[in-house]
């Protein structure tokens, strides 16, 4: 079945110490988004892919570092966690950007939860 | 910026209904509908889109007034498995905004 797939599931780091989490997609979608989800919120979009174009969410700490080497990996580097990093971070794709007719939907991944100790 | 749900959490016996707001301060293009359980990531349920053409989730109604910036998600004859916190999404040209959720749980 085409899917989103994160690694790992759980990630448990030391503060300031660098993590990278990872997304994969076996749907060849074009857009590839990265969410940060804490107990009880919203998903907060990070960032996200259209192909090979990256934009960055104006409120996105600068800890927060994302690579596309191809349609099907992704991934979010985040390069000194702090206590306040932790959450679940789900990674999306949907086929094309909304754009005005908004009609495309996203696939979440399973999601990687992760501890700052 | 971010779309207002109401209400906020609600509590249902197995086979009542349910209705649950999404309020938007901007123009809306189209809104998506999401449902997830805890622990677990979003699941796609529906996107209303402008002119009233509808995709998704067979058994979930909404609706969608593009005057009022608002969009309603009905839920009838609840199931247990209805259970879990729902987002309304507002799609912007290239990504979508998420609301503050709405947390609904059934029981038997």
């Known amino acids: 079945d085409a899917m989103v797939i994160q690694n790992p599931r759980y990630q448990v780091t030391q503060f300031g110490k660098p993590v990278t989490l990872s997304c994969s997609q076996t749907?060849?979608?074009?857009?590839m988004y990265w969410y940060q989800q804490k107990s009880s919120q919203a998903p907060k979009l990070l960032f996200h892919?259209?192909?090979?174009?990256?934009?960055n969410e104006a409120d996105t700490p600068d800890n927060f570092q994302s690579r596309r080497p191809n349609t099907s990996f992704c991934f979010l580097d985040i390069r000194s966690p702090g206590l306040g990093d932790a959450a679940m971070y789900l990674c999306a794709t949907s086929r094309d950007p909304p754009g005005e007719t908004g009609s495309y939907e996203q696939y979440f991944g399973p999601g990687t939860r992760l501890t700052v100790t | 910026q971010q779309p207002v749900q109401s209400p906020q959490a609600v509590i249902l016996r197995e086979g009542e209904d349910a209705v649950i707001n999404c309020s938007s301060s901007k123009a809306l293009y189209s809104v998506h509908w999401y449902r997830q359980k805890h622990g677990e990531a979003p699941v796609f349920l529906m996107i209303?889109?402008?002119?009233?053409e509808q995709k998704g989730h067979e058994k979930i109604s909404a609706s969608f007034n593009e005057k009022k910036q608002q969009s309603s998600l009905y839920l009838t004859a609840s199931q247990l498995s209805y259970s879990g916190t729902y987002f309304c999404?507002?799609?912007?040209?290239?990504?979508?905004?998420f609301g503050t959720g709405t947390r609904l749980q059934v029981f038997p």
């Open positions: 999404g507002t799609a912007r040209t290239d990504k979508l905004i």
């Open positions: 892919y259209y192909d090979k174009d990256f934009n």
């Open positions: 749907l060849n979608h074009n857009v």
């Open positions: 209303l889109l402008k002119g009233g």
